[in-house]
């Protein structure tokens, strides 16, 4: 019979740990107690009490008196017991432990006890163990795995205490706990796997990937890196809904049986298999210890898709569906279970957004913009009340004579983390989330307070209108006409000062309150501009019955004006649409206005066609409110090459 603890004895071994509290009754020595008293005397005499090992006889007569009832008790137990020297040598043991330990129970007396219960396989249970034979420590129990001479393993929880009264030796008490451990192994297992597919579940998972997180576990052997392949099935709510979660269920089941062949099969030409676990609804995991780079986690990415895309024949349904697996592969040095699932689910939903029926691979610069935006969502509403935003103003200028005509007022975010930002780093966040009301207020009462300050600055001279753009969901979740008249009134500008812009994709297709609330600002005086035309709908019919007075043509049919010198002619066909969408727009009693205008070529090219404003670097790029200032001072207010 030997013992073996499989290494540092698990905590589930011995009561929680190697030697628990609850199991140690440490009492002081001399304490007069009936369990310590003799304990005490033997503190210093482990030679003196050595010298009666292996006489069994010798070690009853301090038993009690050497009590014939006693014996016998001890004899007939069904409990394996035996009587152990200050030394931890066997002096007697009974019939039960003979058999427990796979002979008789003549053969153990002089044995060493700890070698026979295995007490020596892990430091603290040793220390502890010596500590009961001295004296100093009242009790202890823990648990082993013995193995039988046949070969059998058992489970048996030993238990070591002094005797009672004036006795030297202690007592082994052995217990059979096998079926019990067998019984908390079932459980364990039921508790740690999914009753569905049968995997391990998403407990199970991660105590692996906290395991394989560990220092201990990577830095004595293996790679030092860890990977995972996070993976969802597509459309599987449509399965369910429409099949049945019988049926889904079923599904889920085959997948699992996919995943793991997958899985059997990349590791055949690997130190260890991936660990195949679902965790929860159609959400399975790879787990790869010990991995050998992105290229491993690739490959069975791969293969995992490729697996599923075969048709499932499940009882008659024949169903085919895809996959959406993001994959992550990092060193295991600095990384913790909940960073490495936060990766994993960002980038199965990269995958998502992609396409699906695809896996992608974590990229730490996408994760860092996607933090990015994070944070500055969180910070929105706080900044503008904090009065983080400026507005810079790009000039609109006339294509016949150059004079400056007017400005499009255009938000900055000066964040205090991450600099001055231009509008497309925080705009499409404040629509999502409802911040862009108060934002867009802010705007529309800052610019219009400017541009009446520069009237009044130049009351002589023709004043500008300022155009300021405005996003769909301030029509929906405000009242702009109530917005736009208070601000007016406030700030003194006339409503044909005002102009506002909405993206044609907003605009085309408006009905009910969107509408109505363009034609009454149309009807207060506010001129209202299509921006981007060209590149949405461009539903010429509706046009004519919008409350629109400007279209503003997108910089992509500009940018098709070829420049001089470029080696290419110009393309005809821009021009043609271009000059064709002038026109019509004049027909209708509107003006336009060219976005992106870099060169001296394409303003003539527009100014020949008749294009009326322009909008671009050519002129000024956005500058500060002084610079507006400053090109009004100048003379005929000129701006770049008519």
Request: charged share 25%; aromatic share 6%; glycine share 10%.
């Amino acid at each position: 019979m030997s013992g073996t603890s499989e290494g540092p004895t698990p905590a589930a071994d011995l009561d929680r740990s190697a030697v628990t509290e609850s199991d140690i009754e440490a009492s002081p020595r001399g304490e007069a107690t009936a369990s310590t008293e003799g304990a005490a005397e033997a503190e210093g005499t482990e030679g003196a009490a050595g010298t009666r090992g292996g006489d069994a006889t010798n070690g009853w007569e301090d038993l009690d008196g050497g009590s014939p009832a006693y014996r016998s008790v001890f004899t007939s137990a069904p409990l394996a017991m035996a009587v152990v020297d200050r030394e931890g040598l066997v002096m007697d043991a009974n019939a039960a432990l003979g058999t427990l330990l796979g002979g008789g129970a003549e053969g153990l007396v002089g044995r060493v006890a700890a070698d026979l219960l295995d007490l020596a396989s892990d430091a603290r249970t040793w220390h502890a163990y010596r500590e009961v034979l001295r004296g100093r420590q009242a009790r202890l129990r823990c648990t082993r795995r013995l193995k039988q001479p046949d070969g059998r393993s058992l489970w048996a929880q030993v238990t070591v205490a002094p005797l009672d009264g004036d006795a030297s030796g202690i007592l082994l008490s052995v217990a059979d706990i096998s079926a019990h451990r067998d019984l908390q192994a079932r459980l364990r297992h039921l508790q740690m796997h999914d009753p569905v597919t049968r995997l391990p579940n998403r407990t199970l998972f991660f105590e692996r990937v906290s395991a394989a997180l560990e220092a201990e576990s990577y830095e004595q052997s293996g790679t030092g890196r860890i990977g995972l392949c996070y993976l969802d099935i597509d459309g599987f709510k449509a399965v369910n809904d429409t099949l049945g979660h019988r049926v889904g269920d079923r599904l889920l089941a085959a997948v699992a049986e996919r995943l793991t062949e997958c899985a059997q099969e990349a590791g055949r030409t690997r130190p260890s298999v991936p660990l195949v676990a679902r965790l929860g609804g159609d959400e399975f995991a790879l787990l790869v210890e010990d991995s050998t780079g992105t290229e491993q986690l690739a490959d069975l990415a791969e293969s995992a898709l490729k697996a599923l895309q075969a048709p499932f024949d499940l009882s008659g349904q024949r169903l085919n569906v895809s996959a959406s697996i993001g994959v992550v592969e990092r060193h295991a040095a600095g990384t913790t279970a909940t960073g490495l699932m936060q990766a994993a689910d960002t980038t199965l939903y990269w995958a998502k957004v992609d396409g699906k029926d695809r896996w992608t691979l974590f990229d730490p610069e996408r994760n860092a913009h996607l933090m990015t935006r994070q944070a500055l969502a969180s910070t929105l509403r706080p900044a503008i009340e904090r009065g983080e935003f400026r507005l810079e103003y790009q000039p609109l200028v006339g294509m016949a004579d150059g004079r400056l005509r007017g400005v499009e007022a255009l938000v900055r975010w000066d964040h205090p983390r991450f600099g001055m930002l231009p509008p497309n780093r925080f705009v499409a966040l404040a629509e999502e989330d409802g911040s862009i009301v108060p934002l867009g207020r802010w705007v529309l009462a800052t610019a219009c307070r400017q541009a009446r300050r520069w009237q009044l600055e130049r009351p002589d001279e023709p004043p500008l209108f300022v155009s300021v753009n405005v996003a769909v969901r301030q029509v929906w979740d405000s009242d702009l006409v109530s917005d736009v008249a208070e601000i007016l009134a406030e700030t003194g500008l006339a409503p044909h000062l005002l102009q506002l812009e909405l993206t044609e994709s907003a605009v085309m297709g408006s009905a009910g309150r969107p509408l109505q609330a363009l034609q009454a600002l149309s009807d207060m005086g506010v001129n209202i501009a299509i921006d981007d035309f060209g590149t949405g709908y461009s539903n010429l019919a509706y046009l004519s019955r919008l409350p629109v007075s400007v279209l503003k043509l997108d910089g992509s049919f500009v940018r098709g004006f070829q420049y001089e010198g470029a080696g290419a002619p110009p393309n005809p066909a821009d021009q043609v649409v271009v000059e064709a969408m002038i026109d019509l727009a004049h027909r209708l009693g509107l003006t336009v206005t060219a976005e992106c205008v870099e060169t001296a070529a394409q303003a003539t090219r527009l100014r020949s066609i008749g294009c009326d404003t322009g909008q671009g670097w050519l002129y000024s790029r956005p500058v500060a409110p002084d610079r507006i200032s400053e090109l009004l001072a100048s003379a005929s207010y000129a701006v770049g090459n008519p």
